[in-house]
Every structure is written in C-alpha cells, then in structure tokens.
DNA sequence: GTCTATAGATCGATAGAC
DNA sequence: GTCTATCGATCTATAGAC
C-alpha cells in the first residue's frame, strides 16, 4: 500500500541521489531548484534536508561516489603484464564503465565549475589519480619500446578525450554493442600511441 | 572624456556580448544574471534590452556566431588534395581555431542543454555540417587507401573529441608551443586513422 | 540609450506542527 | 521524517523619467 506520508529514511536518500543526478544531467547543477528535485521523488522541498545539508553537499557527493567507483573498478581490474596489454584493458574498462553511468559521466565533465573550491580541489585530485594510472601504463609502454609519443602526459589526456567522447554519440540499442565500439576505439588509441610505420 | 551615462549604442553592444561570453564560459550560463553581465559592462541591467530581446537571445547568438566563424575558417582553409594533406590540415586547423577562442569553445560543448528547442537544432545542424567536413576527408582517404577505419563517422567523433580536449589542458605561455601541440596531436591522428603496422 | 524603480516569480533554506 | 508555511534574497523583464 503506497503510504503517502510517515517515514521512509532508508529508501528516500537513494532516490533523492537518483532524482538530483538524473535531473543535474539533464538541465545542469544551476538550473534544477531543490523543489524540482523533490517533487521526482514525491516528497516537499523542506524534507530533502533530512537527507543533505544543502543543495552543494548533493553534487559533491555524486562526483566523489562516481570517482571513488571509478577508481575501485580500475584498481580491480588493471593487472600485471606488457603495456599494451594493459592498455587495451585500460581502453575497454574505461568505455564500458562510462557507458554504464552516462548520467555521472556527464556531471563530472559539465558540474566541475560549480563545486565549491574545497569540493573542486577533492575531485581534481581523484581525477588526476585516475589520469596518472593511464600515464604509467604509457610510460612503462615507451620503456618497453612498443610506445612512441613525445609526450606521455598529453598523450593520456587525448586518449582519455577520446574515449569518454563515446558518451555523447552512444545509444544502448543502437547501431553497434558496446563491444564492437570498444574494438573500434582499441584499434584507434593503438595507432595513436605506437610506432608509425 | 569619460562619461558615466549617456548613449553608446556602437561600442556597448559588444562589450555586452564579450561580458556575456567571458561570464557564461566561466560560470556557465544558468549562473549568470543579466545584473552580473550589465555590472561588468558598467550599465544597469535594464540597459541590457536594448541590445538583446532576452537571455536566452543572448546565448544563442554567441553560440550561432561561433559556429558561422568556424565554417567560414574552415571553408577558406580547406583546399583539394590528397586526403592525408587534408586531414593534417584539418588537425592544425581544428587545434589553431579552438585554442584562440577557449571561451567561446566552452559554451559551444557546455551550454548546448540550455539552448530552447529551436535554438537547439539550429546549432546541432551547424556541428553536423562541420562534422560531416571531416568526415568527408576521411571517406576520400578510404577510397584512396590511405585511411583503414571501419567507420568513418564514429572515427570523425574520436577525432574530433580528441582534439578539442587540447582546450581542456592548454595555456598560452606553457611548455609547448600551439604549434608544438598540434604536432604531436597530427601525429596521433595519422596513426589513429591509418592502416595498422 | 541609460537610468531608477518595481512587478511578479522563484530560489535555498528554516521553523514548527504532527 | 514529512508536512505546511514562510523568510529574505534574487531573478528576468518591463515601465516610465530624463
């Protein structure tokens, strides 16, 4: 029986965080008000403060569970073994694990300017975790003469532009699974950092 | 003589545009009041409606205009030739552009979910044509050999994703020159798009 | 063409009843 | 824990004086 009033603390805050990571994807951070965000979830604005402090505390929370994730999944899924091969499982983990959250993905690249300095300078820094373990791959790849790029650093910004432009052109359903646009990209980020002909 | 009131109408058209521009880029534009924009310009915000029916007009037609600027440039930049020529010129041309006008760049990716419906479609036909320019060099390096992707429109995004990106990164007056930048990024597209070792 | 002043709406956040 | 009600600030846009 759908109750319409009275307490519901363990699953209202789940669906505070859905509704306001849904609807800051959609329209940005600055244009979704506190009453739109209650109103998905079917509650009044005053009672989403039983959950966050302030409308703030709800984006810096989604960018750092979203970049806490991405890095545990990375962590788990990178192993030992020549660079290229940690490359091409680097390529694929990243496609595979943006295209699941294609609404987090795009809060983290578009919200970054409306945290609060403290926030923003948190956040950087995981992302930064992040590119540095794509950088030491590229680097351990030149060491072992199967990578040539003049610049390890820039070369591990482009690929991971690169990689993340697939959310904004992929559709689930579409044309090609998401393993067939993986092998097109792995095909791309291998010429682009390996020895010309 | 500097006059605190009075009529300006050549010079505070522009100077409204750039404020709009520098504030939309910075703070987005869901952010930014009219009162913010008129206080840089050094008007109140009423005045602003004398140059612009809204904000939204506002937005729209800095977006407009940059789109207009960058099919112009590229149309006087681009000329027959064999595919491989065109593309490098594409990439040195691509990187040149955006990297003169990070600001304008930014609200061209950002502010797109901002714009009203018909602005919307307006702007998106004027990145497919630009796309489909790419796409086209690229489609002529397949029929002449040179290029081996197994789809060009999804290696037209890749492309363009990556090089865009440089505008995420760079700043006049660092390690590297544009024109340094744009080596290394030729060199990466050359191998992303040409056929494997 | 710019000003002052304001209409009318909406915002984030809080107070207190239940 | 959610509600209703509201405070005080801020917003876009307009009206009318100069």
């Known amino acids: 029986m759908a109750r319409t009033q009275g307490s519901h603390s363990d699953i209202t805050g789940p669906r505070i965080r859905a509704a306001a990571e849904r609807l800051f994807a959609r329209h940005g951070y600055a244009a979704v008000s506190m009453r739109q965000i209650a109103s998905e979830v079917g509650v009044q604005a005053g009672a989403l403060y039983n959950y966050t402090p302030d409308k703030q505390s709800l ?59 403290e926030n923003f300078r948190r956040i950087e820094a995981l992302r930064r975790d992040y590119e540095d373990g794509l950088e030491a791959i590229l680097r351990q790849g030149r060491d072992e003469g199967d990578v040539s790029v003049p610049d390890t650093k820039i070369a591990t910004l482009a690929v991971i532009a690169m990689l993340t432009g697939v959310n ?5 359903g579409g044309r090609l699974s998401a393993t067939e646009v993986a092998d097109i990209y792995w095909n791309m980020v291998r010429g682009a950092v390996t020895l010309p002909r």
């Open 59 to 117: 984006l810096s929370d989604l960018m750092q569970g979203h970049m806490d994730d991405l890095l545990a999944a990375w962590r788990a899924a990178d192993r030992p073994g020549p660079a290229l091969e940690r490359l091409e499982r680097f390529t694929r983990f990243h496609i595979a694990f943006h295209l699941e959250r294609p609404d987090a993905v795009f809060i983290a690249y578009m919200e970054l300017r409306n945290l609060e300095p």
């Open 168 to 172: 904004t052109w992929y559709r689930a």
